[in-house]
């Protein structure tokens, strides 16, 4: 094989991957940006000029301040309680025997093979106004008239953490195989107890596999659509229904573009920052 | 009593017996071995004397007390895994003083007590590194650290030294006898390596299918093999069967003089007969045979020798004044009766 050949061969492998992955991922993403450059006149539609109106507008307006903090401190609330509930899920889970290890693993991410609409609208039915959560807490008395977590912070809470967690559960669980459970069995010879094994032992192992689950878990908090969009609707917005109203509502194109770039470029600033900073605090010990 | 007796230990694992009623008992400060293939039960006795398994049966005493029960965080026992299992994501000083801190010691004492181990050790330059940090033999020279740090009644090894090459482990076991002969803790150590055990141990018991074959002094297990599994799976033996009558030994044709073995006239006797024990010599040899085979290791010749007893090995130190001896020579084979160790005997029956 001749030396060009060989140089070329690689490209010519992973040439219909790339040529995919650029028409499908980045010439979308480009033109965004490009439309998100663009003015929009309500009379005319979208106007071939370059402004950079869209960006003052969602830096100054107040109204797009709180919907921005509002994703932000969700996507942060739902990546702190998926560690809260999938950390030990899945130290529990890998501490379990067979058969019960593989269906309870199963029963955890097999929600991912169901799409997120129809888990989003289970919790639609449990939350609203004739929902089970109200039916139960008016029958017991505690209160009065229907109760609805419909349209709440709570509610879109509840079901990001839901559709989220086995996402958590699968990264520490990666993160469990790797650490060995003769460790565990040295600190009890030592004397350590089943709580200071799990904290000073465990912990301190998968936490790579924690912070790597709650960039996921924030990532895709912050950009989830469907779950805000069906139980958050019009009353609590978020960045990413917000862009798609300004699309499919106002038709202000270059607006809900210029949104979605500032998501995007925060979201990348927000996690390479946390990476960076986790990546300093633990290279000593995880670097191999 | 002894410091520690295990008495009748019994392990099933549903219809499996891993451990079969075995007893043994350990002095203070003795180094005890359990040597076996894998599967003997050794590894599972070892875990039981931890305390990560609890016997099906039996008890077991350790300095008086009952200790069959107990968790195996209240043993204070020091044991070295076979993989280390050091903590990753601590320094060696750390992992070192996490035994003590365990135990409520305070900062300096346990720094300072975690900094003598590492000395014992040899790896005082090492204290601010991490386990990936160092090759595997210090950071078994860590694990024995952490272990002995804590004056633990027990030092329990398991396989210590298999993950360790060849030479780094002909030196490490030689350090493992130097610095538990200093510290004088009781160590017990599982291992399924012939020549550690040999070379470390003040006693071994030898095991398989869940009990203890044998339990004496190195020299004399591997001198005097009490059973057929002793005399092969500690060195190498060559073995040979055939009928006593009239002080002769008659094998496929040949008759052996061991009429100073004194042994009854019998139908079929069991004779093993370690290597090195076997010289060529010219005149008036045991038998004679063809060598099908040799190896040089530097330090000895490995021999196989095609005879009417079967194929024997055979091997001589490299400091014989004699001709070399080639593949193909006929060669005569000799050796004291003495070396040759009974191992099973049938009484002659009256054919």
Known sequence: ?????????????????????????????LMTLVLSFRSFEPMLGVQDEFVVSN???????????????????????????CVLIGVPEAYILNRMRAPWKGIFLLMTLGPLLISVVVRTLGWAVIFGREGVISETIQFLGLSDGPVSLMYTQTGVLIALVHVLVPFMVLSVWASLQRLDPETERAAISLGASQFTVMRRIVLPQITPGILSGSVIVFALAATAFATPAMIGGRRLKVVATTAYDEFLHSLNWPLGASLAVVLLILNIVIITGYNRFFERKYSQVFES | MSYLQ???????????????NISLSV???????????SGCGKTTTLQMVAGFLNPTAGSIVLDGKNITAMKPSERGLGIVFQKYALFPHMT???????????????????????????????LGLFIERYPRQLSGGQQQRVALARALVI??????LDEPLSNLDAKL???????????????????????????????????????????????????????????DFVSSFLGKTNTFEGRVSHGRLQVGGQHIAVDDLKLADSSNTRFALRPEKIRFCSDAPKISGKVSNRV????????????????????????????????????????????????????????
């Not at chain 2, 295990?6 to 079969?20: C, G, M, P, R, T």
């Not at chain 2, 004044?321 to 005569?332: P, S």
């Open chain 2, 169 to 227: 482990r002909e030196d490490m076991q030689l350090e493992l006898h130097d610095i538990q002969r200093r510290v004088g803790t009781t160590t017990i150590m599982v291992t399924h390596d012939q020549s550690e055990a040999l070379a470390v141990s003040d006693r071994i018991a030898v095991m398989q299918s869940g009990r203890i074959e044998q339990i004496d002094k190195p020299f004399n297990v591997y001198e005097h093999p009490k059973s």
């Open chain 2, 92 to 122: 060696v000083l750390e992992n070192v003083a996490f035994g003590l801190e365990m135990r409520k010691v305070g900062k300096n004492e346990r720094l300072q007590r975690a900094r003598e181990a590492l000395e014992l050790v040899h």
């Open chain 2, 27 to 37: 002095e203070k400060g003795e180094f005890i071995s359990l040597l076996g293939p």
């Open chain 1, 1 to 29: 094989m001749s030396d060009l050949q060989s140089k070329r061969t690689p490209w010519l492998l992973s040439g219909p991957a790339l040529l995919s992955y650029a028409l499908l991922l980045v010439v979308p993403m």
């Open chain 1, 55 to 81: 960006y003052i507008e969602v830096f100054t307006d107040p109204y797009f301040h709180e919907i921005f903090l509002r994703t932000f401190v969700m996507s942060a609330l739902t990546a702190f309680f």
């Open chain 2, 6 to 20: 295990l008495s009748n230990i019994s392990k099933h694992f549903d219809e499996y017996v891993a451990v079969d």
């Open chain 2, 151 to 156: 004056n633990p009644h027990l030092l329990l």
């Open chain 2, 296 to 351: 040089f290791l530097g330090s000895q010749w490995i021999y196989e020798v095609q005879t009417p007893l079967g194929d024997f090995l055979i091997y001589e130190s490299n400091n014989q004044k004699h001709d070399e001896i080639q593949e193909g020579e006929t060669v005569g084979l000799s050796w004291d009766s003495q070396d040759m160790r009974l191992i099973a005997e049938e009484p002659a029956s009256h054919v």
